[in-house]
């Protein structure tokens, strides 16, 4: 394949696909014609599989400019395929922010678009006839158009304004004036209508798609074989097996599609008014919006139709669509550098300034807005581009979810094949050496496939998942992802959010610690105070917020509203009516309550009443308010009192972000040391810094001014205590876990040592284990990035204290264990965020290392969460994530299993969630998952041993150009293997988690042993009985007249009633004596395989199983000791001697005896006999992890010795940081 021909689209995104054009060859279609006839339309079905087999069948490659046809192929791990046909578009540019304007002007230029039956582009390009029009090659794959560039020469995704790369001061400047309606026609042909469509496929549609499967062929190709058979009551069985099964598949898939389709379309159409170019507005539909456009926000609230950037006003916006937090957020205008401010100018970004973004799908509350200047938003993406669309496409489109289970199940599939082409061939030869015709050669040769790979197997793997999915319901837990539940059986290391997760979700306010003349001042319990009324430090906790009024009731973030509501101040705000009186916004007013206030003074007569009542008034207006910014930690509003000239500036966020804002001299010294004290406590620090403005600063020059100089040479005003417990469940769950050996990490966006402390209390960090601190940092002015190892506690807290060696994160239980003790005691590590970046970038060989042992990740960005998961995920951990939805909607999709504890996204982002608010639903949730994986283990082995059972019957008895019966194989089929395999996987699991897992696929040594053991038994037995019966002194070629049966005080019917003529040979001795055999080997295999204890209850609680299993026991040996004629007829069983059932009972008992301790044995000895094994060849083990913990536990260097410094060596020219692994480890003086 030409290398140049290859293209990259979706560069490093997750979606990333390699890209080949293909040119469609007519001759090379009419031999693929050709063969289609040939074989019947079996190649269409392969070509209709195989994607990339199609296109490489009927096209040839030329360069991706000029292909007529798109082969993509997925660069992850799953490798898939999809072929895309390249259209042409005609339209008056190439690019959709061309001005058509600056070009020469159209004749219609300002007319509107008249509405006729022709397309819109061809209208639109009508218009423009005097533009040489231009042809656009394009293609569209899971709802997103790739359209070619001539500049980058690839196939590109318009997404938005964002492809322009523009400033926040363009945006302002060009973008907010609005469009005409020519150009936004002109971006409609390429940016498409605002609509995130879900089409409800068509019935029709989705049953082609779904008996198209190649499962569903096969077992149309079985039915069609069994008809020609005259096989034709088990066709029939098969037949209306397969319509239920499609069926309610159907109803499923179309019912998940409705439901996206009304969670969609619900408020995805609404009237908005938009700005146009000439200051016109117009009303107009949502779906006519484009990037670009200027749309008018109503002041009483609207759902967003797209993502656009707030120009002008304030918007209170619910974002629990996306995020899960149904907090109310204020959103702020996107500031205006202005144009000599070059350095605060830079590119908007959504992610950002999503402080400025609207976001599709979220419901704006209400508004604010100055007089005569409207609350303006410019899009900045539409349709699928769009937050919400993304989100809607990752449901579409899912990826397939990987799990050894499933390629270990078709490998099982492969062999079972193997196993019938021995068969098949075997059948072929055997019928030629006895002249059979041709025509029953085919028909009993092709048999032999359909009764070895069994039609019912999915089915019957699903039926475990399905009632897992129901057990979860009933204990609250419900899943969108029931594919996920056998994965949970697997996981080995658990991640949690630590907010509203662990701890409660809201803080109470333990205490505030003033500062005054640069030293600490003792903590009190509040600041609810006479006394403190009139200080900064009050003032700052009153104003300091972005709390708001919705319907009467104080709304905003929890800690926001506990801080405000300590003060106990009243917040005002002004209405409608009283805005539009002014030139402004009337600012949110916050006052003491008139008890705190100090006595009031004596009127004078000659006073003036008003002058009066405003020398008593305190009131403090919040001017402009710079939200809370998770990337900066902290939040700053700017405020005056009322009759006060000078305004003031009041700082709250993290502690050290805070000090480094303020002037040294106001910090106290020991600062450092009483924020440790606190943190190691497990508080929530808030710092407060306060600062006097210039009097030249009016209230228009507030609003236009930067941050950053806002946010300078601020003064300490101390610090809040708060305080957030551990939930009741938190320690005994994580307890349970740890039991387990599943190992537990935090990941939060708090401070380190508030995480840690909370790690500790929780039992997440055993009290005498060290926690080791990575602080890395990155290069600077030539210096190459390092990181600095320090020690959250002194090792001397825990001298005297035996280390704790039982506990391990790394639980090591495939490799060998030794005796001997281990000289260092345990440790962990914790980092922050902007270290875990740091490493990330320029330590990648240290960050495997770092999370084995990482504990605590503290002041966790979103992506970082989700880039953590993949960390973990890297060393071969199955990763599960809990949090309460607000910022882990990334990592809850990633993570194998991801728990929601919040109801909002529950539907979107994470695949299960929970409506216990607590994280008990978490081992609940594995227990069930292992249950559910050792139910698949169980189904797929008795499948198998089904399909094989049955298969030695049937060549055993070819052997004799004999047969099972119609009616056997519908009684084996349906009565026994259908009835246990349903009632088999009922088993509930087992009530509490043991240390040890379930294997994670099906290629393992015990497992394959036990299903090879139990295949040699059923075929030895078999044999046994096939041959004995052949030695019996009583044994002749069975005839309609055969007396054999008289020999037997027993008999209870006489044959000769049957004259009629046996075409298939199927009633004889042989086949009778292997029918009874193998009815009670399905039976045998089935109890020995439905495993209990430790991953399920036991099997004889499973009362459906039981009864099935004692039912079906009861009628073989009645239609085996008592025979009845209707019944022997209808199965077509032949009377045999008494004292032959009696020998058919002896095999059937040594079968089940030597089938059970076989098992038994392997239960019991095969785990020991493969450590041994293990132990004999030094076995490196699979997972990465504990082959790196093999690594880590005899290097001496190993953990990082207390300050010291690692740091990475400046990778040699034309390397990137990436590979530059090599560290030198430096002591600190």
């Known amino acids: 394949m030409e290398k140049e021909d290859l293209k990259i689209v979706n560069k490093d995104e997750e979606d990333e696909m390699e890209l080949q054009g293909y040119r469609v060859c007519r001759w090379r279609v009419a031999v693929v014609g050709l063969w289609v006839l040939c074989t019947g339309g079996f190649l269409l079905l392969l070509l209709y599989w195989m994607p990339e087999w199609c296109v490489k069948a009927t096209c040839s490659r030329t360069t991706v400019r000029e292909a007529e046809v798109v082969l993509l192929q997925s660069t992850d791990e799953f490798k898939r395929w999809f072929l895309a046909k390249v259209r042409v578009m005609l339209a008056p540019g190439r690019n959709p922010f061309d001005s058509l304007e600056t070009q020469t002007t159209p004749p219609m230029a300002n007319g509107h678009s008249p509405h006729s039956s022709n397309s819109p582009t061809q209208e639109f390009n009508r218009k423009y006839a005097e533009y040489q029009p231009t042809q656009i090659r394009y293609f569209t794959l899971h709802s997103t158009k790739y359209y070619w560039s001539d500049e980058v020469q690839n ?334 059986g697997q996981l080995n290391l658990v991640c949690f959010d630590k907010t509203g997760t662990l701890t409660e979700d809201g803080l109470d306010l333990w205490g505030v610690q ?256 060290r926690v080791i601190i990575a602080d890395a940092l990155p290069s600077k002015d030539g210096q190459s990035a390092k990181i600095n190892w320090r020690y959250a506690d002194k090792p001397s807290k825990h001298v005297g204290k035996a280390p704790r060696l039982e506990e391990i994160e790394i639980s090591l239980e495939d490799v060998c264990h030794t005796d001997e003790p281990t000289s260092q005691d345990q440790y962990h590590f914790a980092m922050s965020g902007k270290s875990f970046a740091v490493i990330s970038e320029h330590f990648q060989d240290v960050l495997q290392k770092l999370v084995l042992r990482g504990t605590v990740f503290a002041r966790m960005a979103p992506d970082q969460k989700t880039q953590l998961i993949e960390a973990l995920q890297s060393v071969d951990y199955f990763v599960g994530m809990c949090g309460d939805g607000a910022n882990d909607c990334g990592a809850l999709k990633r993570a194998h299993g991801g728990i929601s504890l919040s109801e909002l996204e529950a539907s979107v982002a994470s695949p299960f969630t929970s409506r216990t608010p607590n994280i008990s639903c978490v081992p609940s949730l594995i227990r069930e998952g292992r249950a559910a994986l050792i139910t698949s283990f169980c189904v797929f082995k008795f499948m198998a041993l089904y399909s094989i059972i049955q298969y030695i019957s049937v060549t055993l008895l070819y052997s004799i150009l004999s047969n099972l019966g119609d009616f056997q194989f519908l009684f084996i089929d349906i009565a026994i293997i259908l009835l246990i395999v349903f009632t088999m996987s009922l088993n509930p699991a087992w009530k509490e988690l043991v240390s040890r897992r379930p294997p994670s696929g099906l290629i393992s040594g015990p497992l394959l042993f036990s299903v090879l053991t139990q295949i040699l038994i059923c075929l030895g037995f078999q044999t046994i009985a096939f041959l004995w019966v052949r030695h019996q002194a009583w044994y002749d070629i069975w005839t309609p007249e055969s007396d054999a049966c008289n020999s037997s005080p027993h008999a209870n019917f006489s044959p000769k009633h049957n004259s009629s003529e046996d075409d298939h040979n199927i009633k004889n001795y042989e086949n009778t004596s292997l029918f009874y055999v193998s009815s009670f080997q399905y039976l045998i295999v089935a109890i020995v395989f439905s495993k209990g204890k430790p991953f399920r209850q036991p099997s004889y609680k499973n009362w459906p199983f039981v009864v099935s299993c004692i039912g079906l026991y009861i009628f073989l040996f009645f239609i085996m000791f008592y025979p009845v004629s209707a019944i022997d007829e209808f199965l077509e069983i032949v009377c045999v001697p008494f004292e032959w059932r009696i020998a058919l009972f002896f095999i059937i008992v040594v079968n089940a005896a030597v089938s059970v301790l076989a098992e038994g044995g392997i239960d019991l000895w095969g785990p020991k006999c493969l450590s041994w094994l293990c132990c004999r060849q030094r076995k490196v083990p699979k997972a990465l992890y504990m082959h790196l913990a093999q690594e880590l536990s005899v290097d001496p260097d190993w953990p990082p010795k207390p300050t010291t410094t690692t740091e990475a060596n400046p990778p040699p020219p034309g390397n990137t940081p990436e590979n530059c692994s090599s560290c030198q480890i430096l002591a600190n003086s």
Not at 160 to 171: A, H, K, Q
Not at 342 to 363: N, P, Q, V
Not at 404 to 432: M, P
Not at 633 to 657: I, T
């Open 514 to 769: 003033r500062v005054e003349n640069g030293s600490f001042h003792l903590s009190e319990e509040n600041a609810y105070k006479e006394s403190l009324v009139k200080s900064q430090f009050v003032a700052c906790m009153a104003t300091c917020h972005s709390l708001t009024k919705i319907d009467g009731q104080l709304s905003g973030d929890p800690l926001d509203l506990k801080m405000f509501e300590a003060t106990g101040w009243i917040l005002e705000e002004a209405t409608e009516e009283e805005t539009s009186l002014h030139d402004r916004i009337m600012p949110t007013v916050v006052r003491p309550p008139k008890q705190l206030m100090p006595p009031e003074p004596v009127m004078s007569p000659e006073q003036d009443m008003e002058l009066y009542d405003l020398s008593l008034a305190y009131e403090i207006g919040i001017v402009r308010q710079f939200p809370f910014s998770s990337a900066l930690q902290r939040m700053c509003v700017v405020a005056r009192l009322l009759g006060e000239k000078r305004m003031d500036a009041y700082l709250k966020g993290a502690p050290e972000v805070v000090a480094s804002l303020c002037k040294k001299d106001t910090v106290p010294e020991d600062f450092a040391d009483v924020l440790e004290d606190y943190t190691k406590q497990g508080f929530r620090v808030i710092a407060l810094a306060h600062r006097r403005l210039e009097s030249k600063l009016t209230w228009h020059k507030v609003q236009n001014v930067n941050r950053d100089q806002m946010e300078a040479n601020m003064e300490f005003l101390g610090l809040i205590i708060m305080q957030n417990k551990l939930k009741a469940e938190t320690a005994g769950v994580l307890e349970d876990l740890r039991r387990a050996h599943i190992r537990t990490v935090m990941v939060t966006g708090d401070n380190m040592l508030t995480a840690i402390s909370v790690a500790r209390d929780c039992g997440m960090i055993p009290p005498q284990d």
């Open 155 to 488: 196939f590109e995704v318009l997404t938005g304004l964002e492809d322009l790369e523009v400033t926040c001061s363009n945006i302002h400047s060009e973008h907010s004036t609005g469009l005409t309606s020519n150009q936004q026609e002109y971006r409609r042909l390429f940016f498409g209508v605002n609509e995130i469509a879900v089409k409800v496929p068509s019935v029709f549609k989705l049953l082609i798609k779904e008996v198209l499967n190649p499962f569903y062929i096969f077992q149309l190709f079985s039915v069609i074989l069994w008809s020609a058979d005259e096989y034709y009551y088990y066709a029939v069985a098969i037949v209306f097996m397969s319509v239920i099964s499609i069926a309610t598949s159907l109803y499923t898939i179309k019912k998940q599609y409705v439901m996206l389709h009304d969670m969609v379309a619900a408020h995805s159409i609404v009237r908005v008014s938009v700005c146009r170019a000439n200051n016109d507005i117009e009303e107009a539909l949502s779906t006519d919006l484009v990037p670009g456009d200027v749309m008018v926000i109503p002041s009483n609230g609207t759902i967003m139709p797209c993502d656009a950037v707030l120009v002008s006003g304030t918007c209170i916006v619910n974002e629990s669509m996306l995020t899960g937090e149904s907090v109310p957020v204020t959103k702020t205008n996107l500031p205006n550098p202005g144009e000599g401010d070059k350095e605060g100018d830079g590119a908007y970004s959504m992610e950002e300034h999503k402080r400025h973004t609207l976001f599709c799908g979220t419901h704006i509350i209400q508004t604010r807005f100055y007089s005569g200047e409207l609350v303006k938003a410019v899009v900045v993406r539409t349709g699928f581009s769009t937050a919400k669309g993304q989100l809607v496409r990752s449901i579409l489109y899912p990826k397939p979810t990987d799990f050894k289970l499933y390629r270990d199940a078709y490998l099982f599939l492969l062999c079972l094949v193997a196993i019938a082409g021995i068969g098949f061939v075997y059948s072929i030869v055997l019928s030629i050496m006895n002249k059979v015709p041709a025509k029953t050669i085919i028909i009993e040769s092709l048999d032999i496939i359909t009764i070895t790979v069994p039609p019912a197997l999915p089915a019957a793997m699903t039926a475990g998942i399905v009632y897992a999915q129901r057990r979860l319901k009933r204990i609250g837990i419900f899943c969108i992802s029931p594919q996920r539940i056998n994965i949970c």
